[in-house]
């Protein structure tokens, strides 16, 4: 079964710190990739950073990278220089070949708050 | 280039009753796929359409369905309302691609359903 777990189902970091978000997954299929997305109250979810499961680099796209360790089964993000519009919720998901094309499971998520 | 929308926003019905959502896919999309957010059961992949053909669905009851047009834009339906549909739905659009590669989604701001 294809499963994504957050465990961290709220965060505080202090402005201009980083914070790593935990996600951990579990599927048998090869290939497979991995994405965070931030939903602030607004409700849109948007899209931060990608992973391939064949991707020998960490993903970094900005303050945002991930930290993929495969044999692990984990892909925390870490947001450096952590700025007051980043509270939001921030879902972990995985799509893989047995899932189905474009079908993404998601985790809980996590609550991040930013303090200034 | 104009992101994917969602029609309505909001929106309150009555249990029993049924309701159509409204999603237009960015422009060259022709994936459209449909999710369901609640607090208690997270965010659920209810199914994707790809060229007027539904091609993964979700675990959920026959009263949700849905279809796609020939300019993809798409329609998710709920029959028969029940207090547990209320939920924030979700549309993403990407491009269809038929092998596990970089397949971004871009999510719409969401239909907030109410039912009472």
């Known amino acids: 079964a294809q499963k994504i777990t957050q465990t961290q189902p709220g965060m505080f970091v202090q402005e201009k710190e980083a914070v790593t978000l935990d996600c951990t997954y579990d599927?048998?299929?090869?290939?497979?990739?991995l994405f965070w997305y931030k939903q602030p109250s607004s409700g849109e979810m948007i899209f931060l950073i990608y992973?391939?499961?064949?991707?020998?680099q960490n993903a970094t796209e900005g303050r945002y990278s991930l930290n993929f360790q495969k044999a692990r089964k984990s892909a925390n993000l870490v947001i450096s220089a952590s700025q007051l519009g980043d509270s939001a919720m921030y879902f972990c998901a995985m799509r893989s070949i047995s899932g189905g094309y474009n079908k993404l499971i998601f985790g809980a998520g996590t609550r991040l708050a930013v303090h200034p | 280039k104009a992101g994917v929308t969602q029609t309505p926003r909001y929106l309150i019905k009555t249990r029993g009753q049924q309701v159509t959502l409204s999603c237009s896919p960015i422009?060259?999309?022709?994936?459209v796929s449909w999710y369901q957010q609640t607090p208690g059961q997270g965010l659920q992949f209810l199914f994707e359409?790809?060229?007027?053909?539904?091609?993964n669905k979700g675990n959920f009851p026959g009263r949700f369905s849905g279809r796609q047009f020939s300019n993809s834009r798409s329609e998710m339906n709920v029959s028969t309302l029940e207090l547990g549909d209320s939920a924030l739905y979700l549309c993403a659009s990407s491009l269809a691609t038929s092998t596990l590669t970089y397949n971004e989604q871009f999510f719409g701001p969401g239909t907030r359903l109410t039912v009472l």
């Open positions: 992973q391939g499961s064949y991707d020998e």
């Open positions: 599927t048998s299929d090869q290939s497979y990739g």
């Open positions: 359409y790809f060229s007027e053909t539904q091609r």
């Open positions: 422009s060259g999309h022709r994936s």
